[in-house]
């Protein structure tokens, strides 16, 4: 048995050990503590499956921005915790939710396991076509050329989500500020990674977003770690949540997908075809919009960790 081999069979036990451990656990914290870690070992995986841009995005979003937010679920749960974790299920009800998770599954292994070989693929199709997107990532060029249409509505979809985490807010808030993030027992080493993190975290963020159009990367890993910073200098106090009436918070919300969808529409007359680039402007307009769009996941995000206004508008 290779190096390699024998790695790739123990991180597929550890996977399958902490997805059991993440369901089996009967409080929410030690869950969520083996959900982050289970992200985390996923990322190791799509690595191993040479897929850099999707294991940077599971490190970010999936076990990064995921696990904070529900840690914070956690932590408004508590209350109510002892109980929940008092009823356990009827031993029927246990039975057949064993048996529908394992006939999904089965049904998830036949697929995998009866694909025809070689496996049915569009990357011959879709590197043939990269030269006419000017980027050399295949990623970004399927996520903002290809199926330019579904990151459009994923950035629509994210600005739904924070709308709806608003809406959770008594009708005296609305307009005001979340709740401050920042510890109530003030941490020095926390106010110093604050101080100091910020400044490396952003230029990562934007050194990832900027060589997304030809390297592993682009908006949503380098806006998660702006956001991530951003979420630090409020949890050590440094800066608190902004009032979401403010004009410069909704222009900032909104400008990335406005953008995009304006590009989208000038498609029609430029290209003639919606969401087209003109020839000798793509990857322009792609890096364009990757900027843009990074600025709005990223305040997008930091609003969602901060959660629904709890604090009147200041007049």
């Not at 190791?44 to 937010?69: C, F, K, S, Y």
């Not at 915790?81 to 039975?95: D, G, I, Q, T, Y």
């Not at 608003?166 to 920042?182: I, K, M, T, V």
């Not at 792609?286 to 843009?292: K, L, P, Q, S, T």
Request: hydrophobic share 60%.
């Amino acid at each position: 048995m290779t190096f390699a081999l024998a790695f790739d069979c123990g991180l597929a036990v550890l996977i399958l050990a902490m997805a059991i451990w993440t369901i089996a656990a009967r409080t929410t914290f030690p869950a969520v503590v083996g959900f982050v870690a289970y992200g985390l070992l996923l990322t190791l995986v799509w690595m191993r499956l040479a897929a850099p841009d999707v294991a940077l995005t599971e490190a970010a979003i999936g076990g990064g921005l995921t696990g904070v937010l529900l840690l914070g679920a956690t932590s408004r749960l508590r209350a109510t915790e002892p109980p929940a974790v008092s009823e356990r299920p009827s031993v029927p009800f246990r039975l057949a939710v064993a048996g529908l998770c394992t006939l999904l599954s089965a049904a998830i292994a036949a697929v995998v396991l009866l694909l025809p070989d070689p496996a049915p693929t569009l990357a011959p199709e879709a590197a043939a076509k990269l030269s006419l997107t000017g980027v050399g990532n295949a990623v970004t060029a399927v996520l903002l050329a290809y199926r330019a249409l579904d990151t459009l509505l994923e950035s629509a979809v994210l600005l739904l989500a924070l709308v709806g985490v608003w809406s959770l807010a008594p009708d005296r808030f609305w307009g005001g500020a979340p709740r401050s993030l920042a510890l109530r027992h003030r941490d020095g080493s926390l106010s110093l990674l604050g101080q100091v993190l910020p400044p490396i975290g952003i230029v990562l963020g934007v050194y990832i977003v900027w060589v997304g159009a030809d390297a592993p990367g682009g908006k949503f890993q380098g806006a998660t770690i702006i956001g991530a910073m951003w979420v630090l200098t409020m949890m050590a106090g440094l800066q608190t949540p902004p009032e979401i009436s403010q004009a410069w918070v909704r222009v900032i919300l909104v400008a990335g997908a406005a953008f995009f969808l304006a590009v989208g529409i000038a498609g029609f007359w430029l290209a003639g075809a919606f969401l087209a680039y003109p020839t000798g402007f793509a990857k322009s307009l792609i890096v364009a919009i990757e900027v843009a769009l990074t600025l709005s996941v990223a305040a997008t995000l930091g609003l969602l960790v901060a959660g629904p206004p709890a604090r009147p508008v200041r007049t």
